[in-house]
T-cell receptor, first 114, second 112 residues
Framework: EPEVTQTPSHQVTQMGQEVILRCVPI?????FYWYRQILGQKVEFLVS????????KSEIFDDQFSVERPDGSNFTLKIRSTKLEDSAMYFC????????????FGPGTRLTVT | GQNIDQPTEMTATEGAIVQINCTYQ??????LFWYQQHAGEAPTFLSY????GLEEKGRFSSFLSRSKGYSYLLLKELQMKDSASYLC?????????????FGTGTRLKVLA
């Protein structure tokens, strides 16, 4: 069964450093998403991406964040200058289409900022 | 503003039926999702409702009333493996753009 994969599974970084989280969505999916979940808290939507453009983003997704689809398979989330409060599990998801379609989540990358 | 409310915890017995409620306030409603999340794992999609009524999928059903801002997830024939958090999420518009808002989740414990 096709699945979304994410690397690394765990990333430790120092405050102020840049990190890139990587995702490989399901191959025939067209819509891609990033979410985060701070330990013990609710899932928060960051951004959705379609046709090489951001479609929707939340207020969390400020200038420190960016997304890119550098090739036909990868989808990345970059945090330019990490803060302590960026420590969270980051989930990538993909879907065939938007809104009503099932979003398949990857296993997540746990980001720890020290 | 936008808000989603669901109970924090519920307990039920194996083989029983449980109903998890979710109420929401949002503008520009464009669908409600239910996800299952086991501890330490990613959410997995259970259901999607955009029109009023009941959607059934095996042991799981989800109901929506848009006028009441209300949904429920019904789990039948509970199994031990159903012990997990159940997340209600709404796609709504805010300041002209759509985004997904999640509730804090309902932690369901299924007892033998």
């Amino acid at each position: 069964e096709p699945e979304v994969t994410q690397t690394p599974s765990h990333q430790v970084t120092q405050m102020g450093q840049e990190v890139i989280l990587r995702c490989v969505p399901i191959s025939n999916h067209l819509y891609f998403y990033w979410y985060r979940q701070i330990l013990g808290q609710k899932v928060e939507f960051l951004v959705s991406f379609y046709n090489n453009e951001i479609s929707e983003k939340s207020e969390i997704f400020d200038d420190q964040f960016s997304v890119e689809r550098p090739d036909g398979s990868n989808f990345t989330l970059k945090i330019r200058s990490t803060k302590l409060e960026d420590s969270a599990m980051y989930f990538c998801a993909s879907s065939e289409a938007t809104a009503s379609y099932e979003q398949y989540f990857g296993p997540g990358t746990r980001l720890t900022v020290t | 503003g936008q808000n989603i409310d669901q109970p924090t915890e519920m307990t039920a017995t194996e083989g029983a039926i449980v109903q998890i409620n979710c109420t929401y306030q949002t503008s520009g409603f464009n669908g409600l999702f239910w996800y299952q999340q086991h501890a330490g794992e990613a959410p997995t999609f259970l259901s999607y409702n955009v029109l009023d009524g009941l959607e059934e999928k095996g042991r799981f059903s989800s109901f929506l009333s848009r006028s009441k801002g209300y949904s429920y997830l019904l789990l039948k024939e509970l199994q031990m493996k159903d012990s997990a958090s159940y997340l209600c999420a709404v796609r709504g518009s805010f300041s002209g753009t759509y985004k997904y808002i999640f509730g804090t989740g309902t932690r369901l414990k299924v007892l033998a």
